[in-house]
């Protein structure tokens, strides 16, 4: 059984970084990819960045340049390095898995969701 577990949010002030953490257990990161995803209340869940096996990545445009996903195959585990935080980053993060998806930063394409962690960001 899948279990994807994130760990990392908390409240910060513009500005500020966290770093967010995804265990996965239950299976192997071979030929799938891994993301993460927002959802602020009201609004739609929205892709933030993803990662392949080859390590190939895609970002939201906009978190480029102030996000960094990596991951530790070995660990299982998957990291997002969050830096220059604005309010509009306020919101639910995500992690999931999903087989064959190609990069997508569509949620509906992915199967396997965390709980979620709250991230929250003052002005």
């Known amino acids: 059984q899948v279990q994807l577990v994130e760990s990392g949010g908390g409240s910060v002030q513009t500005g500020g970084s966290l770093r967010l953490s995804c265990a996965a257990s239950?299976?192997?990161?071979?030929?799938?990819?891994l993301g993460w995803f927002r959802q602020a209340p009201g609004k739609e869940r929205e892709g933030v960045v993803v990662i392949d096996t080859d390590g190939n990545t895609r970002y939201a445009d906009s978190v480029k340049g102030r996000f960094t996903i990596s991951q530790d195959n070995a660990k299982n585990t998957l990291y997002l390095q969050m830096n220059s935080l604005k309010p509009e980053d306020t919101a639910m993060y995500y992690c999931a898995a999903g087989a064959r998806v190609l990069l997508s930063l569509h949620y509906y394409h992915y199967n396997y969701w965390g709980q979620g962690t709250q991230v929250t960001v003052s002005s």
């Open positions: 239950g299976y192997s990161f071979t030929g799938y990819c």
